[in-house]
Structures are given as C-alpha cells and as structure tokens.
C-alpha cells in the first residue's frame, strides 16, 4: 500500500493485471488535495494471495476493513477495471462511508447485459480473457513461462497510447515471480459467478452518492456512465479522447483533472465539516 497527502481520503482501487503502480502519475498531484491511500488487491502484488475470497464482496470488506484501520469512517473510491467491480460493490455494500465513486473502464458483471459468445471481433478481442481467465487452471499451465506474451498482448491491444515498457515490465514481473501470483491474478474471474449474484442484488438498491462513469475514447467511451445508470442515480459522464482502456497511465493529466473536479465539493464538504491544517504536497 502506498499513501500520501493529508486531505480528505481517497480510496485508489487498480484494475487487472496491474497493481497499486498504476495511479503513479496522478498521486502525487492528488496528495495535495486528498489523502490518497492506493493498496494492491488481496491476490494482486505485495498483498496475500489466500485460496478464496475473490468475489467482490469480500475483496470491498478488505478495503473497508484497511479503512478502518486507517482511521476514514468515510472516504472517496475511484475504480479502474477490475476496480470498477470493488468500487461498485464497496459503496453498494457499505452505504454512508462511499461519499463519491469515480470508475473507468469495464463492464460491471450482473448489472451489464452479458456480451453473446459469438462476439463481433473488436469486441471478442476485447473480452476473450473474461472466459479464459475463469478456468479452474488449464490457464495458469498455459500462461506459466509466457507472461511476456499473454499479460503484453493484453497491454498492447488495450491501449491507446502505449504504456511505457518500464511499466509493462514492472506488471509482468510481478505476476511472473512464482505461480501463486500467477494464479492469484485469475482468481476474481474464477468468483465471477458470485459476484454476479452479488450485483444482481445489489442494483436492486440504487446507488445514492455522485458517480463519475470515465471512458476511454478509444475503448468503452459513454458505456462506463450507461452501465452505472443502471445501478446509481447521479451518473455523470466523462469521454477522454485519444485514450484506450487505462486513463490514468494513458492520460493522466486528463484524468486528473477529471478526477480534481469531481471530488471538489468532496473536498470541500469534508473541509468545512474539519476545519484544521489542509494538506501538505508530497
């Protein structure tokens, strides 16, 4: 987990294959704000990687639990990917302490209409891991040894603006460093099928606070706020052109500018309700 800043809390919940690393160009900006707190997922990078517990429930009781431990009864969530799906469960399951929820970037299981199975190809080829990575392991056999191939590609077709390769370096090392990591890495996918459930339920309760719903021009677009109205009420949108699927690495100044505003009143409601120093650059 890394922090920063001294301002009102703000919860950084990265997507797959990827870690905490992924908001390293909007933290520092975003900690003269905010007390930004950016962990890596139970299963994902320096985190432990248990058997179960994969579905989205659990996984957003172990950031409400880090929450606790960090002193925020209340705090901002933004979402990316796999981050999106924790998002929308922690602030569906834990009413009153998500004051605002940003997410980029995914469909959110049991809430989107499933894709069909035959797929137009853009859309297949943006998809296709969602089944493979569900397997209970023949995934893992295939991918042991060719993390370079299966985690580049998936980096590659994705984006926009290529990442830089230091950081693709950094993702792939991580998830390379034994087999656990490798197969701790699949295991939201494998526990789709209760987080489907899940969200089944849970937008049967419609989200109350502000919602920012950011699409990459070049990958989702306007379907990141579609899919959450249907499960908020307060929905904006956000388009960043000449991005593909990872905004904060793509276009972090947009994105961060994004972000800035939306979590202003935030910011500014949580001041004036603790009147006190403000927050330092880090």
């Known amino acids: 987990m890394v922090t920063g800043g001294d301002g009102p809390p703000v919860l950084l919940v990265h ?3 990827q870690t905490w690393y992924a908001w390293r160009l909007v933290m520092p900006a975003l900690a003269r704000q905010f007390q930004v707190i950016a962990p890596d ?3 994902c990078g320096l985190s432990g990687k248990p058997q179960d517990g994969y579905d989205t429930g659990t996984l957003a009781g172990d950031l409400a639990a880090l929450m606790d431990a960090l002193g925020h009864r209340r705090f901002a969530v933004v979402g990316h990917d796999t981050g999106m799906w924790i998002g929308y469960a922690l602030a569906a399951d834990h009413l009153g302490r998500v004051a605002r929820l940003a997410v980029a970037e995914t469909p959110l299981p049991g809430v989107s209409p499933s894709p069909p199975l035959f797929a137009p190809a853009r859309l297949n080829n943006a998809l296709w891991h969602f089944a493979f990575n569900r397997l209970a392991d023949v995934n893992d056999q295939l991918v042991t040894g060719r993390e ?3 985690f580049g590609w998936q980096f590659a077709t994705k984006a926009a603006r290529p990442l830089p390769d230091y950081a693709i370096r ?6 390379a460093v034994g087999p656990g ?3 701790a890495s699949f295991a939201i996918y494998r526990a789709l099928h209760a987080t489907i459930a899940q969200n089944q339920q849970r937008s049967t309760r419609r989200l109350p606070m502000p919602v920012l719903g950011i699409g990459g021009g070049h990958s989702l677009g306007e379907q990141v706020a579609d899919t959450m109205k249907l499960a908020a009420d307060n929905v904006q949108t956000l388009v960043i052109p000449d991005c593909g699927h990872h905004p904060a690495e793509e276009t ?3 994105t961060l500018a994004a972000l ?3 979590l202003g009143p935030y910011r500014d409601e949580q ?5 006190g120093p403000q927050s330092a650059p880090v």
């Open 15 to 17: 997507g797959w294959p």
């Open 41 to 43: 997922q139970r299963g």
């Open 148 to 150: 370079d191939i299966y």
């Open 170 to 175: 950094h993702y792939i090392d991580t998830l």
């Open 181 to 183: 990591a490798l197969h």
């Open 252 to 254: 972090p100044e947009e």
């Open 260 to 262: 800035t505003a939306f």
């Open 271 to 275: 001041t004036a309700a603790h009147p």
